[in-house]
């Protein structure tokens, strides 16, 4: 007769210990799923990033939620003794701000569809520049003839404006509120739904790239002093 072993859940605080250590050593931001990977089973992921948050909040190194996924980053109050570090960033042109709003709004969007919401046939230059900043990406083919290929957002474009996630876009008030639609709009206009469901669109194939971490600290520093 074999007795059943009760498990019990890790230390909180360790937990926490170990979700730090991850976040820090990561290349990139990570998910709660990524951290519930990397620990032992039963931890409690989630309360252990609420607990950094809260003691990392007001410091100069901040924890911080963007598209989904957890990252360490500098306060925001601070960034200006970083502004000699930093390189100029490449600023949009007016066409491809207004083709990043329509697919941040309309996605999936094809190019038909961005050029009919512009009312302009759109250049093949602006599209490639949105793809080479990887604000955008191709993410299926329309269930249509023809199977023209799909455009949405990507965690790169969530990150560079502040979003958690595509529900953040600025609604109607807010949008009227800067100065970005005429007072005189029609009775009937809404902001389009990123996040709803899509079901003409088959997506395109996945990466399945997992996240990365930096393990040799020193390694590249040798010989540097």
């Known amino acids: 007769m074999t007795e059943d072993v009760e498990i019990s859940a890790p230390d909180p605080v360790e937990t926490e210990r170990r979700i730090e250590a991850l976040l820090f050593a990561?290349?990139?931001?990570?998910?709660?799923?990524?951290?519930?990977?990397?620990?032992p089973e039963m931890s409690d992921v989630e309360g252990g990033v609420a607990a950094l948050v809260e003691r990392y909040a007001g410091r100069g190194v901040e924890l911080v939620c963007v598209a989904e996924r957890w990252r360490f980053q500098t306060a925001r109050d601070l960034a200006f003794l970083m502004t000699e570090e930093r390189d100029e960033p490449r600023r949009l042109s007016k066409a491809a701000q207004e083709t990043l709003a329509i697919i941040?709004?309309?996605?999936?969007?094809?190019?038909?569809?961005?050029?009919a919401v512009r009312g302009v046939q759109a250049s093949r230059g602006t599209l490639d520049v949105l793809l080479e900043l990887g604000l955008v990406r191709m993410r299926g083919r329309r269930r249509s003839p023809g199977r023209p290929v799909t455009f949405g957002t990507t965690d790169i474009f969530l990150e560079h404006y502040?979003?958690?996630?595509?529900?953040?876009?600025?609604?109607?008030?807010?949008?009227?509120?800067?100065?970005l639609l005429s007072l005189d709009i029609p009775a009937d206009f809404t902001v389009p739904n990123p996040m709803g469901e899509v079901t003409d669109e088959d997506p395109l194939e996945d990466d399945g790239s997992a996240p990365e971490f930096h393990t040799d600290f020193l390694a590249e520093d040798i010989g540097l002093n």
């Open 104 to 115: 941040a709004y309309h996605q999936p969007v094809t190019r038909a569809e961005i050029e």
């Open 162 to 179: 502040g979003l958690a996630t595509l529900a953040d876009l600025p609604g109607m008030a807010e949008m009227r509120a800067a100065g």
């Open 26 to 39: 990561a290349a990139g931001p990570l998910s709660l799923d990524d951290l519930a990977k990397r620990l």
